[in-house]
């Protein structure tokens, strides 16, 4: 069940008006205090909606009576019906930064989550695209835009922007046309945390760009369209969701790859920038990551690659 299919606390009779105001508040609190993206505010509002369900299935009606041995078994009964450990990870986070909250605020006497430990996340390499492949999938939307149509000369822009700059789709959506600076071929970014920085492109994201611009953009704008660099068929902002689905249908026509969302493009960046010679913290600042840390699993990528690449290539490997 994805958080939109789950129903909200005022569909439930039982639901106790304290739970329905915390969970009001706490999704208040992601939003103006720790300026948390749309889709994390979802799945952590859900994830403590699932855990005060829990908590009223199992007799207790208050914040007050959320202990640690509840939370440990509302995260064991995830670990019993074969949860992944990411999910189970991600909620016991949400649980923590809930508590944290409900805490300050004053409605429990004690933070029940200091001592909840959860399952490490799965360490697993992020899918990329080898280059060759990004040849291929740049081959297919130029031919697709070379009719001039508006859809197709986005969708490239949309592709080189993303692979030339390593922006998450999020990102991509938000831009307006004053965010981006052709001449000097840089584009300002909103990232998480509302931390903006400004990315650099090649000439051709800037050739297929300019092309959106000059040919596409004009013949979908409608007054609903404002300062949106991108546009739906509609006239209005672009949507993730859309630009998902985009990259969900070129990647199944490259055939070999497990790569499926667009977030498979700013890993690609990432490993095909490291494997050039760029600098870590060069990239990092590129992808916009808080911390270097983050940034470092590209390093494993690439070694990863390097050592395939030698165990075909050398004699006695």
């Known amino acids: 069940m994805t958080p939109s299919d789950r129903p909200s606390p005022s569909a439930r009779p039982p639901w106790p008006r304290e739970f329905a105001a915390a969970v009001d508040g706490f999704t208040r609190y992601l939003t103006a205090e720790r300026a948390r993206s749309d889709h994390t505010i979802r799945a952590y509002a859900a994830d403590v909606t699932d855990l005060l369900s829990f908590a009223l299935a199992s007799g207790t009606g ?103 700059t390593g922006i998450r789709v999020s990102e991509l959506a938000g831009l307006d046309l004053e965010d981006v600076d052709q001449e000097r071929r840089t584009a300002r970014v909103l990232g998480k945390g509302n931390k903006e920085r400004v990315v650099p492109f090649g000439l051709p994201a800037a050739a297929a760009l300019d092309d959106w611009l000059r040919r596409g953009r004009g013949r979908l704008a409608t007054e609903a369209s404002g300062a949106a660099l991108f546009l739906g068929r509609r006239g209005r902002r672009v949507g993730a969701r859309q630009v998902r689905s985009l990259a969900a249908a070129l990647f199944g026509r490259l055939g070999d790859t497990s790569a499926t969302s667009p977030h498979a493009l700013r890993h690609s960046t990432a490993t095909h920038l490291l494997d050039g010679g760029a600098d870590l913290r060069a990239v990092q600042e590129i992808l916009g990551h808080s911390s270097l840390a983050t940034t470092q699993i590209y390093t494993h990528v690439s070694v990863d690659r390097l050592r395939r690449s030698y165990e075909q290539a050398h004699p006695r490997a």
Do not use: H, N
């Open 62 to 164: 208050s914040l007050r009576g959320i202990t640690l041995g509840l939370l440990r078994a509302w995260l064991g009964g995830m670990s019993s019906a074969g949860q992944a450990r990411s999910t189970i990870a991600r909620r016991a986070a949400a649980a923590r930064t809930f508590t944290a909250w409900a805490l300050r605020e004053e409605l429990i006497p004690e933070d029940p989550a200091l001592r909840l430990r959860a399952p490490k996340r799965e360490k697993s390499l992020p899918a990329v695209l080898q280059q060759s492949q990004m040849a291929a999938l740049f081959e297919g939307l130029a031919a697709a835009a070379s009719g001039g149509e508006p859809v197709p000369l986005r969708d490239r822009a949309m592709v080189e922007l993303l692979y030339a």
